[in-house]
């Protein structure tokens, strides 16, 4: 991994057009299917809930119907685990009883796992998790069970945000909603410019230049760490709270997103989804999804391309 090692200064952004802190923050929706792999999700939805100010709601679909008690059985969690959550027993599909919750207009998030039974290496994105994220243009937190399960600590707290960035606009496009999170979240944000082998230089006016020297980065990198950091916080919006940093990395944006995420231990990591998980799309996704030590929060773009 090439991301350079040197710390950048940190900068504050300036306050504008963000949430004000102690209203109303809606809900965070997490579907359990009762399974170890699926539970794992749980506590992390109740970190995210509680940081948010906002309700959690644990949603459970069974094949058919059922009284609350019996279906609440199958969860297989302690009366503690249930405390302060609704809970919403649906029959049916398990995609369409997640996609129809998630349409509620206060729903601010969908905590899935990326599948469900057991916990063990090797599994990949479930039909259920890549149905529902197709699906939906809420924002989605990914968690794979294999990198959470066996960990010596889980975050209580969400404090570090990894919100790589390639020079697209799309990308770009991602900014304003992942520092609004940040500040509601109370957290720090880490912004991670990577430069593929290749990659066409931006023409577009406002477009953040990299070094000259990208192999070299002790040339420029503390004056391109500032101004790039300036930047982009100011194209975000970026409030006078939240802490900002800017990181270069050169290579595959996949492998620099994943040893970053490891490097600095990340709580989470921004990404955006730009297909609807179509055969041969989605690649750089589904490799952090693979390896990344940290759930991924999905944000929908607006556009289309592949990545």
Known sequence: MNTTRQPPPTIYGTSQGMTPR????????VALDG???ANVALPIARVFARQLGARLEILHVTPEPMEKDAALSLLHLAPKELKGAQVHILSGSPVEGILKVARAPDTQLIVLTTHGRIVEPGHRLGRVAATVVANTDAPVLLVRPEAIVGREHIPTRIEHMLVPLDGSPVTFGAL???INLASRLHAAVDLLYVVSPGQSVPVEPGSIRTPYYVDQPQHEWPEWSREATMRLIAQAGCPSEVRARAFLG????GTEVIGFAKRYKEDIVVLVRRSHFEAGRARVLRRVLKHTPCPIFLLAARSSSAT
């Open 22 to 29: 102690g209203t109303s923050q809606g809900s965070v929706l």
């Open 35 to 37: 399974s170890p792999a």
């Open 176 to 178: 304003r909603p992942a």
């Open 250 to 253: 050169f290579g595959d944006i």
